[in-house]
């Protein structure tokens, strides 16, 4: 990706797109068009979940997620959708990892504040009978 990007900005930059430490800030950019926000509440971890979640951000995002997770040993994992604004099949692989580490580790996995269509990818994959799905950190009428 990185090569790719060098190619890419190259042409962009003899075009006068951007220049300087825009080049920079502009890698940065692509390359974290995902993030997460990892608070600790008791035996509780929170993951909350920012942009997209594509085959390029969702490496990063695995692996922070796992490495404060095998610190800290979490009783519930939950991941928070509210602000993913984006999700392809490597947010299904996302969920399915960490239910795998939590299984690992003792404990569940809740997934939170889903869109209506990422709600609907995710039980399409069978991903209700992983984690516990929940809208707003409640179970909605239509989940029980």
């Known amino acids: 990706m990185r090569e790719n990007f060098h190619k890419e900005s190259s042409i962009l930059m003899d075009r006068g797109f ?5 080049r ?9 068009n ?9 035996e509780i971890m929170t ?7 594509d085959h390029h ?3 990063n995002i695995r692996e922070e997620i796992d490495e404060a997770a095998q610190r800290s040993h979490p009783d519930v994992l ?3 959708f509210k602000e993913v604004s984006f999700m392809d099949s490597s947010g299904i692989g996302l969920v399915m990892g960490r239910y795998s580490l939590m ?10 504040n889903l869109s209506g269509h990422i709600k609907k990818v995710m ?5 209700d009978r992983l984690a516990v799905i929940e809208n707003g950190g409640r179970k909605s009428e239509s989940d029980q």
């Open 34 to 42: 995902m993030s997460v926000r990892i608070y600790h509440a008791d």
């Open 103 to 112: 299984q690992e580790l003792g404990g569940q996995l809740r997934v939170v």
């Open 18 to 22: 951007f220049s300087g430490n825009n």
């Open 47 to 53: 993951a909350y979940l920012d942009g997209e979640i």
């Open 123 to 127: 039980k399409l994959a069978g991903l």
């Open 57 to 59: 951000g969702a490496k």
């Open 24 to 32: 920079i800030k502009h890698w940065e950019e692509v390359e974290k």
């Open 78 to 80: 939950v991941l928070d």
